[in-house]
């Protein structure tokens, strides 16, 4: 068990440009777990995935956010045409199901539009 | 809706003192409760949960207990060490169980 992984961890971007983050769960997790964090706020749930099918998505993920889970493995975040307010970090999380079984985090992207 | 709302930072303490950290919520049904830690550089670590009204989740010395009828599940220890230092969110997850609800966290510093 190597914990959730999650790549890069830093990220600077022009404004306008397409950005893909990778995250890698526990292997035998079903879920999967997407979240931003502003700075200086608490996390903001954005997508989840139960194996490959993404289940609920939050209004704050707007059109230009892609998240998939291809296989139910590792799952991906694309921001297209990335906008400066798109500046903060993006956690993924992954758990065995069930809630109060509590999440494992990763350590987030850090995603700076310049 | 769903909400946590937590004592604003930041927080300085001298080793060895008391520590008591506000968080309330408000949520439809029964919700969990849970604390997670940030240190610098590093995702959130859950420190301790409570999943029914009066459970009290513990960890590493820090506590809290699920109070419903204040709607409260704040965070004490009672002696800090320069090593607590962190920001700590307050966090409940609704019954259907898909997602968490944060407090804005709180920055504490403990001074030696």
């Known amino acids: 068990d190597t914990g959730v992984s999650q790549d890069p961890r830093h990220k600077i971007t022009k404004r306008g440009q397409n950005v893909t983050f990778r995250c890698d769960p526990i292997s035998e997790h079903n879920r999967l777990y997407w979240y931003r964090q502003t700075l200086g706020q608490g996390p903001e749930f954005l997508t989840y995935?139960?194996?490959?099918?993404?289940?609920?998505k939050s209004r704050l993920l707007s059109d230009r956010f892609s998240a998939e889970r291809p296989k139910g493995s590792f799952s991906t975040l694309e921001i297209q045409r990335t906008e400066q307010g798109d500046s903060a970090m993006y956690l993924c999380?992954?758990?065995?199901?069930?809630?109060?079984?509590?999440?494992?985090f990763g350590s987030g992207t850090r995603l700076t539009v310049v | 809706g769903n909400s946590v709302t937590q004592m604003e930072g930041p927080v300085t303490l001298s080793e060895e003192a008391f520590l008591t950290i506000n968080c309330t919520y408000t949520?439809?049904?029964?919700?969990?409760l849970f604390w997670y830690v940030q240190y610098p550089g590093e995702g959130l670590q859950l420190l301790l949960k409570?999943?029914?009204?009066?459970d009290k989740g513990s960890n590493k010395g820090f506590e809290a207990t699920y109070r419903k009828e204040t709607t409260s599940f704040h965070l004490e220890k009672g002696s800090v060490q320069v090593s607590d230092s962190a920001v700590y969110f307050c966090?409940?997850?609704?019954?259907?169980?898909?997602?968490?609800?944060f407090g804005t966290g709180t920055s504490l510093t403990v001074i030696p």
């Open positions: 999380a992954s758990s065995p199901g069930g809630l109060a079984r509590g999440y494992t």
């Open positions: 995935f139960q194996n490959e099918a993404q289940l609920e």
């Open positions: 409570a999943t029914k009204a009066d």
């Open positions: 966090a409940l997850s609704d019954n259907t169980g898909n997602q968490f609800y």
């Open positions: 949520a439809t049904g029964y919700p969990s």
